[in-house]
């Protein structure tokens, strides 16, 4: 069973920026790889940024290219995520997750994201 907290969200104004982490549980944690998403008020869960077991591989959605970073600390079972120049849209519910899968690459989607932490709330105001 693999357990995922994120923390670091809260309220900023727009073009602030925000650290979130994910914690997660086990010693085979640093073998899988992570994606962050998000969830809006009304909207449907929507893919953010993913990152490889290992760290080498990144992706990230077109509306957070350029001022989103995801990075990750295997020593520390942390996955992180820098978000720059926010905006108002990017308030949500942010929520990391995995396959558990060793060795994985990087997500893209919500598919086979089987464990997900209970998220937290970024609030961009204008």
């Known amino acids: 069973q693999v357990q995922l907290v994120e923390s670091g969200g809260g309220l900023v104004q727009a073009g602030g920026s925000l650290r979130l982490s994910c914690a997660g549980s086990?010693?085979?944690?640093?073998?899988?790889?992570v994606g962050w998403f998000r969830q809006a008020p009304g909207k449907e869960r929507e893919f953010v940024s993913g990152?490889?077991?290992?760290?080498?591989?990144?992706y990230y959605a077109d509306s957070v290219k350029g001022r989103f970073t995801i990075s990750r600390d295997n020593a520390k079972n942390t996955v992180y995520l820098q978000m720059n120049i926010l905006k108002p849209e990017d308030t949500a519910v942010y929520y990391c997750?995995?396959?558990?899968?060793?060795?994985?690459?990087?997500?893209?989607?919500?598919?086979?994201?089987?464990?997900w932490g209970k998220g937290t709330l970024v609030t961009v105001s204008s």
């Open positions: 997750a995995t396959n558990a899968r060793k060795y994985g690459t990087s997500p893209r989607d919500t598919t086979g994201m089987d464990y």
């Open positions: 086990g010693r085979t944690f640093s073998t899988y790889a």
């Open positions: 990152i490889s077991w290992s760290g080498g591989t990144t």
